[in-house]
T-cell receptor, first 114, second 110 residues
Framework: KAGVTQTPRYLIKTRGQQVTLSCSPI?????VSWYQQTPGQGLQFLFE???????NKGNFPGRFSGRQFSNSRSEMNVSTLELGDSALYLC?????????????FGEGSRLTVL | DAKTTQPPSMDCAEGRAANLPCNHS???????VYWYRQIHSQGPQYIIH???NNETNEMASLIITEDRKSSTLILPHATLRDTAVYYC???????????FGKGTMLLVSP
C-alpha cells in the first residue's frame, strides 16, 4: 500500500511569507504527527493530531500551526517565515495513538527561506 | 522521556555485524527502547523496539541489559545500504511522539 505522502517535496519562500505543507497518511491511519529537522537542532516534534484534534504540541512559536481533516489528511502552516524556518519538515502517521505503535515517516518537504 | 547517549559515529565493514550501543541510564519501568534510522535525505525508518526482553526481526536484533540501562542494536550482516544515522529513542508508554537525539552515523564500507 502507498506510504505517507508529503507535498510539495521542495519549496523556496522569502522571509515574511507563509507556507502550507500537506501530508496524506497511510490509508487507515488516524494519527498524524509533524517533525522539523535542521542541522543544528536535529529532529524536533512539532505537533500530533488524531481524529481532527491536536493531541500534543512541541515547543514551537504560534507561527506554526496545523490541522487534520476528516479523511486524516493533515496540513501544517508556518506564517511570517524566518530564515531559521528553513528545514526538512517530516510527517509521520500511525494507526492509533498507541505509544507502542510504529510511526511511518514520509520523505519530507524541504523548505528554504531566503 | 529519558535521555539517550550514543556515539556520534561508527564504522563497519560490509558483511560484518554492526553493533550500535545506546545508554539510557535514567529509563523508567514503562519506557520502551526504540530504534529508527534515517538514510540521507529520507524520512526515518522504524527498525525495532523492546521493553525488557531481547527482540529480533528481519532487520535487526535488540539486546537490552537486565537493568535496562543500556541496549545494543545489532545488524547481523551490514550492507552498504545500511549506511545511515541510527537513533536510539526511549519512549514513554503514555506518549506516542518520539524524542530524537543526535544518533549514531554508521558508515558501512566495502
Amino acid at each position: 500500500k502507498a506510504g505517507v505522502t508529503q507535498t510539495p517535496r521542495y519549496l523556496i519562500k522569502t522571509r515574511g511569507q507563509q507556507v502550507t505543507l500537506s501530508c496524506s497518511p497511510i490509508s487507515g491511519h488516524r494519527s498524524v504527527s509533524w517533525y522539523q529537522q535542521t542541522p543544528g537542532q536535529g529532529l524536533q516534534f512539532l505537533f500530533e493530531y488524531f481524529s481532527e484534534t491536536q493531541r500534543n504540541k512541541g515547543n514551537f512559536p504560534g507561527r506554526f500551526s496545523g490541522r487534520q481533516f476528516s479523511n486524516s489528511r493533515s496540513e501544517m502552516n508556518v506564517s511570517t517565515l524566518e530564515l531559521g524556518d528553513s528545514a526538512l519538515y517530516l510527517c509521520a502517521s500511525s494507526l492509533t495513538l498507541d505509544p507502542t505503535g510504529e510511526l511511518f515517516f514520509g520523505e519530507g518537504s524541504r523548505l528554504t527561506v531566503l | 522521556d529519558a535521555k539517550t547517549t550514543q556515539p556520534p559515529s561508527m564504522d563497519c565493514a560490509e558483511g560484518r555485524a554492526a553493533n550500535l550501543p545506546c545508554n539510557h541510564s535514567t529509563i523508567s519501568g514503562n519506557e520502551y527502547v526504540y530504534w529508527y534510522r534515517q538514510i540521507h535525505s529520507q524520512g526515518p525508518q522504524y527498525i525495532i523496539h523492546g521493553l525488557k526482553n531481547n527482540e529480533t526481526n528481519e532487520m535487526a536484533s535488540l539486546i537490552i541489559t537486565e537493568d535496562r540501562k543500556s541496549s545494543t542494536l545489532i545488524l547481523p550482516h551490514a550492507t552498504l545500504r545500511d549506511t545511515a544515522v541510527y537513533y536510539c529513542i526511549v519512549r514513554n508508554s503514555g506518549y506516542s511522539t518520539l524524542t530524537f537525539g543526535k544518533g549514531t552515523m554508521l558508515l558501512v564500507s566495502p
